[in-house]
Nanobody
Framework: QVQLVESGGGSVQAGGSLRLSCAASVRTDSTYAIGWFRQAPGKEREFVAAINWSSGNTRYADPVKGRFTISRDNAKNTVYLQIDSLKLEDTAVYYC????????????????WGQGTQVTVSS
């Protein structure tokens, strides 16, 4: 039902900013939440942020509150993750995923996933 493609990753110095994009092919007769997750080497995939596609309501993981902003552009079927004040520990592959609009943080509740985009933060 949903296809997702992430882009916008790259290498950035600590303290810098980056905006990730998630282009979504979404059925017009369905409503979704879009979540961002990240996975660093040797670590489990963790929740970052989520947004209700229709309402714009958002949820953030504690480590990224105040630094990350999730938003969407309905006309472009795209969800963005604005990342400010990047830290070394933000280095990971970032994935977007789609689920029913409940803003859940559990990866297992998201049936649709993109391929991921690498974010690397250097000092």
């Amino acid at each position: 039902q949903v296809q997702l493609v992430e882009s916008g990753g790259g290498s950035v110095q600590a303290g810098g900013s980056l905006r990730l994009s998630c282009a979504a092919s979404v059925r017009t007769d369905s409503t979704y939440a879009i979540g961002w997750f990240r996975q660093a080497p040797g670590k489990e995939r963790e929740f970052v942020a989520a947004i209700n596609w229709s309402s714009g309501n958002t949820r953030y993981a504690d480590p990224v509150k105040g630094r990350f902003t999730i938003s969407r552009d309905n006309a472009k079927n795209t969800v963005y993750l604005q990342i400010d004040s990047l830290k070394l520990e933000d280095t990971a592959v970032y994935y977007c995923a789609a689920t029913l609009p409940r803003l859940v943080a559990e990866a297992s509740q998201y049936p649709y996933w993109g391929q991921g985009t690498q974010v690397t933060v250097s000092s």
